[in-house]
């Protein structure tokens, strides 16, 4: 499966992001405004757009150089693609924007994914204590989520919920 589902990951994400690279370009700059150029509207999906074509084409580079797991191992097991779907949309669409702090929503969500994925990953000979992971989870989420809405809120000037 991962070849073969892999490649069409890397396709699909790179056309996705080569259409949103195209929409933010065409977007308009403000330019008239005289508005200060990191605070541009289509900069930030740009860059996300450029990324996205960027880490599609390595999912696509690692699919053909990589061979395919072997049926019931976790590489084969659509477990975490599910995890990873069921996490983002319920943050999008049940978390933010919803009268917690962006910072604080962003935390959990990150503290969360971040258990689930590492508990997933465990590994018996080198398994940590259960305290452990929560406390190196909640650090990184903490860390994270305060860097990102600080980026957004002094650098690109967005005003976050």
């Not at 056309?15 to 308009?28: E, I, Q």
Request: proline share 5%; aromatic share 12%.
């Amino acid at each position: 499966m991962r070849r073969g589902g892999e490649a069409y990951f890397a396709v699909g994400w790179i056309v996705f992001g080569a259409a949103v690279l195209a929409g933010s370009w065409r977007m308009d700059r403000l330019e008239s405004l005289h508005i200060n150029p990191w605070s541009a509207p289509g900069l930030m999906p740009g860059v996300l757009g450029a990324l996205m074509i960027v880490f599609g084409a390595a999912l696509g580079l690692r699919a053909f150089r990589e061979r395919a797991p072997q049926a019931g191992t976790d590489a084969a097991k659509p477990s975490r693609v599910t995890l990873a779907l069921v996490l983002c949309f319920g943050y999008a669409a049940g978390l933010l924007g919803h009268g917690l702090p962006y910072w604080l929503t962003s935390a959990a969500f990150l503290f969360i994914a971040i258990c689930a994925f590492r508990w997933l990953d465990r590994d018996a000979e080198t398994w940590t204590s259960p305290a452990r992971l929560a406390l190196s989870s909640a650090a990184i989420a903490i860390g994270a989520a305060l860097a990102i809405g600080l980026l957004f809120e002094q650098v690109f000037l967005v005003r976050l919920p």
